[in-house]
T-cell receptor
């Protein structure tokens, strides 16, 4: 069974740029959730995708957008980067058959300068 | 809005001592509550959930609706328990997890 993977591991961007983060869900999982974890804080829900459709969104502006592909992998896109977007971005996959447990990836560390 | 509060940023104990990591929630209904753990250089993982009433790695957590608490307990801490612990709850009809800020448990030899 392959776990959740994320790429890249870390990256540095400049304020105003755009970034795309990628996530491959665990085998058999059809739901992907994205979280932002600022330093010293718990993860905050950004949005969730289920069968290629957005299935709920947290308190994040529209410049945070996402996609889910037919193989259930997912992308998180952030436009017009701000310094406060610097954080660890976590992806979690789950299955509607076992909807309580989310399996997290290792995260992508984004630094905005 | 639902909220999870972990009042302690750091809990430092000696090996063999009892551990209690505090978690309080705000929710008027029947919440689904979880404890997630992150060991050093490892990914966030589920430790236990209140509906299963399991004991994982010696940890237990009881839901107290009167006090709106879901404290994590272990009678005898081990050095390998040192990690970040997050209390979390579901929000809404989908699997949106709301996390507390986390408590770092440091178990000293």
């Amino acid at each position: 069974e392959t776990g959740v993977t994320q790429s890249p591991t870390h990256l540095i961007k400049t304020r105003g740029q755009q970034v795309t983060l990628r996530c491959s869900s665990q085998s058999g999982h059809n739901t992907v959730s994205w979280y932002q974890q600022a330093l010293g804080q718990g993860p905050q829900f950004i949005f969730q995708y289920y069968r290629e459709e957005e299935n709920g969104r947290g308190n994040f502006p529209p410049r945070f957008s996402g996609l889910q592909f037919p193989n259930y992998s997912s992308e998180l896109n952030v436009n017009a980067l701000e310094l406060d977007d610097s954080a660890l971005y976590l992806c979690a996959s789950s299955s509607t058959g076992d909807s309580y447990e989310q399996y997290f990836g290792p995260g992508t560390r984004l630094t905005v300068t | 809005a639902q909220r999870v509060t972990q009042p302690e940023k750091l809990l430092s104990v000696f090996k063999g001592a009892p551990v209690e990591l505090k978690c309080n929630y705000s929710y008027s209904g029947s919440p689904e509550l979880f404890w997630y753990v992150q060991y050093s250089r490892q990914r966030l993982q589920l430790l236990l959930r209140h509906i299963s009433r399991e004991s994982i790695k010696g940890f237990t957590a009881d839901l107290n609706k009167g006090e709106t608490s879901f404290h994590l307990k272990k009678p005898f801490a081990q050095e390998e328990d040192s990690a970040m612990y997050y209390c979390a709850t579901f929000s809404g009809g989908y699997n949106k997890l709301i996390f507390g800020a986390g408590t770092r448990l440091a178990v000293h030899p």
